[in-house]
């Protein structure tokens, strides 16, 4: 494991993917991307760290200008739609960003125009006429996702233009072309589109990503196989009408390919949030530690695409130190599919459950690798109530609970403070926090169930109820352990973390964003004589039947 921690860096940009703005967030967007980037910057901002989260909605691209066709909307007001829905949805989970913007914004559409003037002026930039789809029956050019076909790399059938996703590579040239409206062959026509040198750059992305050492080494490894079978030159121009128009007098009516405008959404949208705040955003970028979080469907675009566009405007925006790459979410272990009907909308799940159920269960899957994870009800069912209720809940209401009960709510003074129990809550932090530096967000969480796990059997054996004349220090010392846990929390279950400082009576809502990391250690941190809030239980158990209604609800895939 790498031990990033020792970064001089004092500010940091964590990207997330963009969605699309076409349709509602679900389950399998938030495990790979989405919720491990906001765990991760919650723990930066703990450590002290300007840690900024940047966001948008994709807008651009036929599939969304077809749907607002069909909600007879104008595709701006379909996306600024999504745009919105999206946030929410976000939001309802805890996931919040410093700034969630949109591909189609002023901001974005006028850097990407500044960036391909750039690649222009420096040769990375020619113009060739190709042959496109047209579907003579609909009317209309066939880009990408619109044609359907046979890989011509792995044989896959069914596989979009414009990516295959068996072998998770961008065919040159789909074989046995199909609209994929109508399915009927598609005829070929003529037009002028501009190309993106990607070939060019073998040798510097190979040099980038050997000499990149915080990047996963198994992505890297077959990110350099690509490479050394040779990259195809990139097409990045559409005959579309919705989309950021190329700057040229003689491509009216053409528009850049959606890959080549989204990732600068991540560029432009953080110059916008540091120039409102009164700042230099190029300063900003290139001072900081970049972080882009992606699933594993889109290793070519941020592995190779996104470092040789940077590259080829003389990195004037720094790459990536991290591209934290996770696999996919599957639901009770088959693919979800928002076609097949098997997904579960985020809005739908955090109004049945606490939001933090749910952040609890992914974190606690969650590897840092490709590997696909699982959502499953009964895991879930047992993870929330054994785990996340029994054990760290259990310590915290009991804590709390006995020492309003016993002591009126008034923390008591200690006699003597067992320099074990400040040993083990030091290593905790510790271990933990260097975790989650190293994005291990499911090994962080064990550590400190693990720690939860300890003070429960402290708490046990020191037996408060029948050892009076050390219940006391048993109290105190447990009063200060929740509060410890509250800050060690914060970044996986942020909802119930409040809960906690309301009843430790140490204020609220903000409280635990002015906390820091390091001072999770302090075991006196609550003084003699603190009067806790109003104690209650944190969490409510799931019931066995609650998970079976849902299964019912779910179905079978169609
Ligand atoms: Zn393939
Ligand atoms: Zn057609």
């Excluded at 890959?259 to 949208?269: G, K, M, P, R």
């Amino acid at each position: 494991m790498s031990e990033n921690s020792s970064s001089s860096s004092e500010s940091a940009v964590i990207t997330s993917a963009l969605p699309y703005a076409n349709g509602e967030i679900h389950l399998g967007h938030i495990a790979s991307t989405y919720l491990p980037a906001d765990i991760f910057t919650r723990f930066l901002r703990l450590k002290g760290l300007k840690a900024y989260h940047i966001c948008a909605t994709d807008d651009f691209g036929t599939p969304i200008l077809i749907s607002a066709e069909k909600e007879k909307k104008s595709p701006k007001d379909y996306v600024e739609y999504w745009n919105r829905r999206d946030k929410e949805d976000f939001e309802s989970l805890g996931i919040l960003f410093d700034f969630f913007h949109n591909t189609s914004s002023k901001e974005n559409v006028d850097f990407v125009q500044y960036v391909f003037k750039q690649l222009r002026e420096n040769g990375h930039i020619y113009d060739q006429n190709v042959i496109q789809f047209y579907c003579t029956y609909d009317n209309k050019f066939l880009p990408d996702r619109y044609v359907i076909g046979r890989c011509p790399y792995c044989n896959a059938e069914n596989q979009y233009s414009d990516l295959c996703e068996k072998c998770g590579r961008v065919p040159d040239q789909i074989l046995e072309p199909k609209c994929a409206i109508c399915g009927r062959p598609p005829v070929k026509e003529e037009s002028k589109h501009y190309f993106f040198r990607l070939s060019s750059f073998e040798e510097k992305l190979r040099k980038w990503l050997l000499s990149n050492t915080h990047l996963q080494p198994d992505v890297k490894n077959y990110v350099i196989k690509w490479i050394n079978e040779g990259l195809q030159d990139w097409d990045i121009t559409r005959d579309l009408s919705w989309g950021v128009p190329i700057p040229l007098p003689e491509a009216e009516g053409k528009v850049f390919y959606g890959w080549f405008d989204n990732h600068l959404c991540y560029i432009s949208s953080l110059i916008k949030l540091v120039k409102d705040r009164g700042g230099d955003g190029k300063r900003f970028w290139n001072e900081s530690e970049i972080y882009h979080f992606i699933g594993k469907d889109i290793i070519y675009h941020h592995y190779l695409f996104l470092p040789a566009i940077r590259l080829g405007i003389n990195s004037e925006y720094k790459l990536p130190e991290y591209i934290p790459t996770r696999g996919h979410l599957m639901l009770q272990n088959q693919k979800i599919s928002k076609s097949r009907r098997w997904y579960i909308g985020l809005k739908d799940f955090t109004s049945a459950f606490n939001p933090d159920y749910l952040r609890f269960y992914i974190a606690s899957v969650v590897t840092y690798s490709q590997d696909d994870l699982n959502f499953d009800f009964d895991a879930f069912y047992e993870r929330i109530n054994n785990e996340l209720i029994a054990n760290i809940g259990n310590f915290i209401n009991r804590a709390l609970s006995f020492t309003q009960k016993s002591f009126q709510g008034i923390v008591p003074r200690p006699s003597s403070i067992d320099d074990t129990i400040e040993k083990e809550l030091a290593a905790t932090v510790d271990e933990t926090g260097r975790l989650l530096s190293s994005n291990e967000i499911d090994k962080s969480l064990k550590r400190i169930l693990k720690y939860s796990d300890y003070m429960n059997h402290y708490f046990q054996t020191n037996s408060p109820w029948a050892n009076k004349d050390t219940s006391n220090t048993t109290l105190y010392i447990s009063v200060n352990a929740v509060r410890s846990l509250a800050i060690l929390l914060e970044p996986f279950i942020p909802f119930s973390c409040e809960k906690i400082w309301v009843q430790l009576k140490l204020g609220s809502g903000s409280t635990v964003h002015q906390q820091v990391w390091e001072s999770a250690k302090d075991i006196i941190a609550v003084p003699a004589g603190h009067e806790l809030g109003k104690v209650e239980p944190i969490f409510r158990k799931i019931e066995a039947k609650e998970i079976e209604q849902w299964k019912n609800k779910l179905g079978k895939p169609q």
